[in-house]
């Protein structure tokens, strides 16, 4: 079990609350460049961050809860089915929030600028005893997130229990690609 990661506040007033682990390293993003918000679902994360003054852009295979706004851009995509539409592009910070689908992770890492940040945060194997996910093709494996981003810097991790929002057990990584002058 970990402490939370901080208070979680309101993405709007008609959805759930921002996640606390996105909350807390969004600080790290620079506003450069653009963030895209990966299986954005509602978009509780793009419309924060669109709100802090990001560029943001939320793909979803399903945007019927999204709109576009003042610094958010939205595109429909089936991201397991679909070819990547981000190839050639580079974003200042890449956000997953309670999804997981393998085969992106080498895209995700393509697409993340030099000093760019990775917010990963979904569910872990243990998961299965608080609900679901429970299937293990949708849980991460113990240290995974680790694994997925060696060669990046690893800026905050955490895996096991989560009270908040809901009892779960999850897995959460900040990491950032090195620019060429760090």
Request: proline share 9%; glycine share 6%; charged share 20%.
């Given at each position: 079990m970990f402490p939370a990661a901080g208070r979680s506040v309101m993405a709007s007033d008609r959805?759930?609350?921002?996640?606390?682990?996105?909350?807390?390293?969004?600080?790290?993003?620079?506003?450069?460049g653009c963030v895209l918000d990966v299986a954005a679902g509602n978009g509780r994360h793009a419309r924060y961050l669109a709100r802090l003054g990001f560029c943001v852009e939320a793909v979803d295979r399903d945007v019927s809860g999204l709109s576009a706004q003042?610094?958010?851009?939205?595109?429909?995509?089936?991201?397991e089915n679909d070819l990547w539409p981000y190839c050639g592009r580079?974003?200042?910070?890449?956000?997953v929030t309670n999804y997981l689908h393998r085969p992106l992770f080498p895209l995700l890492l393509d697409a993340l600028a030099p000093d760019g940040v990775l917010i990963y945060e979904t569910f872990m194997v243990g998961n299965e005893r608080y609900?679901?996910?429970?299937?293990?093709?949708?849980?991460?494996?113990?240290?995974?997130?680790?694994?997925?981003?060696?060669?990046l810097e690893v800026l905050g991790f955490e895996q096991g229990y989560a009270a908040d929002p809901r009892p779960a057990m999850v897995q959460r990584i900040c990491a950032r690609r090195r620019g060429p002058t760090s």
């Open positions: 959805s759930s609350p921002v996640s606390a682990w996105v909350e807390r390293w969004s600080r790290r993003i620079s506003q450069a003042p610094n958010l851009a939205v595109r429909q995509a089936d991201l580079q974003f200042a910070a890449i956000v609900g679901r996910p429970a299937n293990p093709d949708f849980l991460l494996k113990p240290n995974e997130l680790l694994g997925v981003t060696e060669g």
